[in-house]
């Protein structure tokens, strides 16, 4: 069982449990008690048992059994040596451990930005939600101390899918009434308490809300961890280790074989030490909780070391492969014969895996961990980690090669902001120094979600072909224009525009494919006032909220949203609707029960504007005795 009895020591050991009699004054006794650094997470009682032998029962003692009425619950203690969680540095443990806000990086590796979340560790709501978790999690007690099996747990539990799990996923355009747009959540701990409150999933989340949330739980258990953001993030669906797109011997795409790309992808790293695998790979590990593709028969990713991901090392566990994959994958473009043959046509080595994103300790910069993941594109390293991978993976039979190739194509970049006219140059250049080329190319506009899939039955947004002959070493632009009668209507909310673009060389039969992501800026246009700056503890103060819709398109059913660690219960201020160019405020009356500096976060929430968000701080001063309520 979990009972554990305590002997009574002279000196106490963290490496086990014991008991030290402190003082004994009158009938008084104070004791310490020392948990084991090896003690499972989780709430303990305390059982004092006392026997005394009295002038009356020489013979016989007295015992009492008294069971404190407190519980204690049992972290992982990142402060401690001994402990597999332990992070040296101070101001990393207040980052990935204490701090209760943060950010999360989303758009695309040309456009990103960050978005604020509340992780809200502290709340009340949350450290339940852990115990309830845990207590479905199929752990053995004696697991809950390894962070390995803890984590990988968590990972499973926070979505929905196989195990009854805390969250929905859902990638659509239009959501049912009575649940939430992932776009419209700012933080964790309203997910928690909804989920608390009803024990159903809570609908819906993507893979930034699915990572605010595992954030959350693991540092509420004392866990560091961070939210980690990969651009251009590849999604490998039969374990080749490679991103695969497929023509067939027409040029239409075989739909059914490929896998993905996706604008961005957000999972986590935690840290503690692997004493399951061979030495070098403690420190960061990435996990993830969004519902990809089945690990061991569950929807669940990882812990995988960041180092193991590096080298390549895609036998370990856990799923180093997919997660090698994510970020250092080749893109690889199959000719597929009528009789299922293939062959490569093209391959592109530096696509996937860019602009690798967290939040910097101490600030709200960006701090880059690509080099973590991956060696620099084009590297003797590179080559070397790419070659071992191959050999494990599921398309090994076939012969890769990328041909040589003489026209090279350049994409150019312009910010895309909504309602203006959007420009994507494409830059040819013949290579070659002797011959001409003739290239023919077809490049095609639409609108695409961030996992980087289209739908069929959205119209093209634009479409440009068209010849080219090209002296040798001679470059032309091409430029394709969209003016806003040609986009505004089509391009949904939290969506990008995708170039599909195919060129073929005439003289060489060459064959050259690319997809690119544009992201259309809209502007936040929110904008956030406190009635005061410092406030005291439990006082009223008033917060403004106002929004410029800045756009030519009417906003229906808006509201604004309002949420912060240590600030009473999350508001909705409902708007009705927002005409074109026009401005809207609301005014609520909040209190804060936290001392300290609090964040208090404010999203305009519509279908048509993701990402409409801004932060406030406050400073909270504790309040007199007499004015607690």
């Known amino acids: 069982g979990t009972l554990c009895t305590l002997p009574q020591s002279q000196k106490l050991d963290n490496t086990s449990w014991g008991v030290k009699l402190d003082k004994c004054v009158g009938e008084e006794v104070t004791f310490s008690i020392m948990s084991a650094v090896s003690a499972p997470v989780g709430y303990y009682k305390v059982l004092i048992e006392s026997s005394c032998i009295t002038e009356e029962s020489p013979g016989s003692p007295n015992v009492t059994k008294v069971t404190c009425p407190e519980e204690i619950f049992m972290l992982f203690n990142c402060w401690c040596p001994e402990d597999t969680v332990y992070l040296e540095d101070e101001a990393q443990r207040q980052e990935y451990v204490l701090n209760d ?56 539990l926070v979505n929905s899918n196989d195990d009854g799990g805390m969250i929905w996923g859902r990638w659509t355009e239009t959501y049912p009434p009575n649940s939430t747009d992932p776009t419209e959540w700012v ?4 997910i928690l308490r909804q989920y608390l409150l009803n024990e159903e999933p809570v609908r819906y989340g993507q893979c930034w809300v699915f990572s605010g949330v595992l954030t959350t739980l693991l540092r509420c258990l004392g866990i560091p961890a961070r939210c980690v953001t990969n651009f251009e993030s590849g999604h490998d669906t039969d374990c080749s280790y490679s991103i695969d797109c497929h023509y067939d011997v027409e040029g239409n795409p075989v739909d059914e074989l490929d896998d993905s790309i996706w604008n961005f992808h957000v999972w986590n790293e935690a840290w503690f030490k692997r004493n399951d695998l061979p030495p070098g790979y403690d420190g960061w590990q990435a996990v993830d909780s969004t519902p990809q593709e089945a690990s061991e028969s569950i929807m669940r990713c990882g812990p995988c070391p960041v180092q193991a991901i590096k080298q390549g090392d895609v036998y370990l566990p856990y799923d180093c492969g997919f997660l090698f994959a994510e970020v250092n994958g080749d893109k690889i473009w199959w000719k597929v014969e009528k009789d ?28 880059d961990l690509t080099s973590c993941y991956k060696h620099p594109d084009g590297s003797l390293e590179e080559e070397e980690v790419i070659t071992k991978v191959a050999h494990f993976g599921s398309r090994k039979e076939w012969t890769v090669k990328s041909a040589n190739r003489d026209v090279q194509v350049d994409i150019g970049h312009e910010t895309a902001v909504m309602g203006s006219e959007i420009k994507i140059p494409l830059q040819l250049t013949n290579t070659n120094s002797n011959s001409s080329r003739t290239i023919s190319l077809s490049a095609h506009v639409k609108c695409a979600a961030y996992t980087g899939r289209t739908d069929n039955k959205q119209p093209l947004i634009k479409t440009l072909t068209n010849v080219l002959e090209l002296s040798s070493n001679e470059s032309d632009t091409l430029t394709i224009s969209m003016s806003p009668e040609e986009y505004i209507k089509k391009i949904r909310a939290g969506s990008t ?60 059913r808006s509201y604004f949203y309002l949420e912060g660690p240590g600030i009473r219960r999350s508001k909705k ?12 405020e609301r005014t609520l009356t909040l209190s804060a029960y936290r001392v300290g500096e609090r964040v208090l976060f404010v ?10 968000i801004e932060k406030v701080k406050i400073v909270v001063e504790e309040a007199e005795p007499t004015e607690v309520i």
């Open 101 to 156: 806000t943060g950010l999360i990086w989303v758009g695309t590796y040309r456009d990103f930005e960050p978005i604020p979340w509340n992780f809200g560790q502290y709340e009340v709501c949350v450290l339940e939600c852990a115990v309830y978790l845990l207590s479905n999690a199929n752990l053995a007690v004696g697991a809950r101390s390894d962070p390995v099996k803890l984590t990988r747990a968590l990972s499973a």
């Open 187 to 190: 933080g964790s701990v309203e």
């Open 340 to 367: 299922g043959s293939m062959a490569v046509e093209y391959i592109d080595r530096n696509c996937i895996g860019k602009c690798i994103s967290t939040k910097a300790v101490g600030s709200d910069d960006r701090l």
């Open 497 to 556: 525009l995708r170039l599909f673009l195919q060129l073929s060389v005439q003289e060489t039969k060459q064959v050259y494919a690319t997809q690119e992501t544009f992201l259309v800026k809209k502007g936040s246009g929110v904008m956030v006032t406190c009635s005061s700056t410092t406030v005291k503890q439990y006082e009223d103060f008033d917060v403004t909220c106002t929004y410029t819709n800045t756009t030519s398109t009417k906003l229906t």
């Open 573 to 584: 201020l409902y708007c009705g609707t927002v005409q074109p160019n026009s401005t809207i």
């Open 603 to 612: 999203k305009f929430c519509n279908s048509k504007i993701p990402n409409a």
